[in-house]
């Protein structure tokens, strides 16, 4: 296996190498056949195998001795561990660099761009990813149930924008006052359809709408420290923006799983005006407002969708600790 400079990543194998390279885009493989002529002897030494940077198998090493399974946060002093580690991380140490062609801005961006992600490692503790998002493509809002992650900006400018739920869950019904005056005006002419149509739409914002507070809402460069949200705190929902394109290492522990019911959720937001009515906004001062914001559960979105490509950078040793 060789890391090359001129795509992501290059593996040989035999007589074919698989090189991932960015194309229209997209992160995206490439097989080519070596010449036939060429000895196994002489691809033998052209052939290199890289060793796994000390900090990549800390990392690894770190995570199988801190992460516990779903609900269970970390201590301060291993968050701590882990972002050490992951401050230290460079491009260079998943194969990665800032000369390869994909991060390169092109500055012409037709439609919506896919993000692409890989897998260094997971197991049902924890799992390490690299997502790589081209210039303008979003990972839209979405939350982490149950789960501490970190996130590790290696490359790009990237916009983040956080929430967390404000707790209790319903400390502020949305347009509770619009629905009360509607029906104590004893002289408002209102047809029966017209009743159903509005107690609908208040059951569907009451059910659907919740208030979350602002919790980043700015540009990361690379390098930049490592950020962390945990199950209630630190911006447990994100949407990540790439002002340039970006590759992020995400730690996330622990991963995502359909069959333990932590699925990813997707959400949209709206401004805490727009759910609230006049006595609610001036109990609340302007700063605050600000801060605060209503999200809506939703489908996943079309720019939701990924495409996989596997890992082929430094790999980690998996040994017991
Ligand atoms: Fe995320």
């Given at each position: 296996?060789?890391?090359?400079?001129?795509?992501?990543?290059?593996?040989?194998?035999?007589?074919?190498?698989?090189?991932?390279?960015?194309?229209?885009?997209?992160?995206?493989?490439?097989?080519?056949?070596?010449?036939?002529?060429?000895?196994?002897?002489?691809?033998?030494?052209?052939?290199?195998?890289?060793?796994?940077?000390?900090?990549?198998?800390?990392?690894?090493?770190?995570?199988?001795?801190?992460?516990?399974?779903?609900?269970?946060?970390?201590?301060?002093?291993?968050?701590?561990?882990?972002?050490?580690?992951?401050?230290?991380?460079?491009?260079?140490?998943?194969?990665?660099?800032?000369?390869?062609?994909?991060?390169?801005?092109?500055?012409?961006?037709?439609?919506?761009?896919?993000?692409?992600?890989?897998?260094?490692?997971?197991?049902?503790?924890?799992?390490?990813?690299?997502?790589?998002?081209?210039?303008?493509?979003?990972?839209?809002?979405?939350?982490?149930?149950?789960?501490?992650?970190?996130?590790?900006?290696?490359?790009?400018?990237?916009?983040?924008?956080?929430?967390?739920?404000?707790?209790?869950?319903?400390?502020?019904p949305?347009s509770k006052c619009e629905i009360s005056i509607f029906f104590k005006s004893p002289n408002r002419?209102h047809?029966?359809?017209?009743d159903?149509?509005i107690i609908?739409?208040f059951?569907?914002?009451?059910?659907?709408?919740?208030?979350?507070?602002?919790?980043?809402?700015?540009?990361?460069?690379?390098?930049?420290?490592?950020?962390?949200?945990?199950?209630?705190?630190?911006?447990?929902?994100?949407?990540?923006?790439?002002?340039?394109?970006?590759?992020?290492?995400?730690?996330?522990?622990?991963?995502?799983?359909?069959?333990?019911?932590?699925?990813?959720?997707?959400?949209?937001?709206?401004?805490?005006?727009?759910?609230?009515n006049e006595g609610e906004?001036?109990?609340?001062?302007?700063?605050?407002?600000?801060?605060?914001?209503?999200?809506?559960?939703?489908?996943?979105?079309?720019?939701?969708?990924?495409?996989?490509?596997?890992?082929?950078?430094?790999?980690?040793?998996?040994?017991?600790?």
């Amino acid at each position: 296996m060789t890391v090359e400079t001129g795509g992501l990543v290059e593996q040989s194998k035999n007589n074919i190498t698989t090189t991932v390279k960015h194309v229209n885009n997209r992160v995206r493989y490439g097989n080519k056949t070596e010449k036939k002529n060429r000895s196994y002897k002489k691809m033998r030494r052209e052939v290199v195998f890289p060793r796994v940077p000390d900090v990549l198998q800390q990392l690894f090493v770190s995570c199988t001795q801190i992460f516990r399974g779903p609900g269970f946060v970390p201590p301060a002093s291993d968050v701590n561990k882990l972002c050490d580690i992951l401050d230290k991380m460079k491009p260079e140490d998943v194969g990665l660099s800032k000369s390869l062609q994909f991060f390169k801005p092109t500055g012409a961006v037709n439609g919506t761009p896919r993000v692409t992600y890989t897998t260094i490692y997971q197991c049902d503790q924890f799992s390490l990813c690299i997502f790589f998002l081209p210039e303008t493509a979003v990972i839209p809002l979405h939350n982490h149930p149950e789960m501490t992650v970190f996130s590790k900006l290696l490359l790009g400018k990237m916009h983040i924008k956080s929430y967390d739920w404000v707790e209790p869950k319903d400390s502020i019904p949305p347009s509770k006052c619009e629905i009360s005056i509607f029906f104590k005006s004893p002289n408002r002419i209102h047809s029966f359809i017209f009743d159903v149509i509005i107690i609908g739409l208040f059951f569907s914002l009451v059910v659907a709408v919740r208030l979350a507070r602002l919790k980043a809402n700015s540009v990361y460069t690379a390098p930049c420290n490592t950020s962390v949200l945990y199950p209630t705190t630190g911006g447990n929902m994100h949407q990540f923006t790439a002002v340039t394109p970006c590759a992020v290492l995400d730690v996330l522990g622990p991963p995502y799983s359909k069959e333990d019911d932590r699925d990813c959720s997707y959400y949209k937001d709206f401004p805490y005006s727009a759910f609230s009515n006049e006595g609610e906004t001036t109990r609340v001062s302007e700063e605050e407002r600000e801060g605060l914001g209503w999200l809506e559960e939703i489908e996943a979105p079309e720019n939701a969708v990924m495409d996989r490509i596997d890992y082929l950078g430094p790999q980690i040793i998996e040994t017991s600790y």
